[in-house]
């Protein structure tokens, strides 16, 4: 095509031929990058999170060694222990949930003005990422209460 104009006129400037999809493409270049960027920043903050799960319930249950072992030597089950373990790893994430949620609600409020025919709040992101939390939180907690489960109650209370 650009030889045919060329024959006819070569002074003309041809701009560049796209194709539909390379130009939709290009025009949603910043927004994908500043999706992936922002993608980048909430996959990092998980981890975040599931590490600081984890670092606390392991700490707690290393300070802990001593009563799971007297547990588990008066009788209490692998079951119980690591239910405990996980009831104590849920309490402070189901208050933060509920404080991240309330602050989320009320920043929602001035988001909503610079927002234009958009919805205000998507009930499938929020509780999608919200259980995503609850799960990745209840699975960094199973590897201290399972390790709590499995103390050695001898070992335990011959420590100091």
Excluded: C, H
Excluded at 61 to 81: C, P, Q, T, Y
Excluded at 84 to 113: E, F
Excluded at 135 to 157: F, H, T
């Amino acid at each position: 095509m650009r030889r045919a104009i060329w024959q006819i006129d070569p002074q003309v400037a041809i701009p560049t031929l796209k194709s539909m999809d390379e130009q939709v493409s290009d025009s949603v270049a910043t927004d994908r990058f500043q999706a992936l960027v922002l993608s980048g920043f909430g996959a990092a903050a998980l981890f975040l999170a599931l590490l600081g799960v984890y670092g606390v319930l392991a700490y707690s249950v290393s300070l802990r060694r001593r009563e799971f072992g007297i547990r588990i030597a008066l009788g209490s089950g692998k079951n119980a222990l690591i239910g405990l373990v996980l009831r104590q790893a849920a309490q402070p994430v189901l208050l933060g949930t509920v404080v991240g949620l309330t602050m989320a609600l009320i920043a929602l409020r001035w988001v909503g003005s610079l927002l234009y025919e958009t919805p205000l709040m998507d009930p499938l992101a929020v509780g999608g990422s919200v259980l995503l939390l609850l799960v990745a939180a209840a699975i960094a907690a199973i590897i201290p209460a399972r390790r709590a489960a499995s103390i050695d109650p001898m070992r335990a209370l011959r420590t100091d």
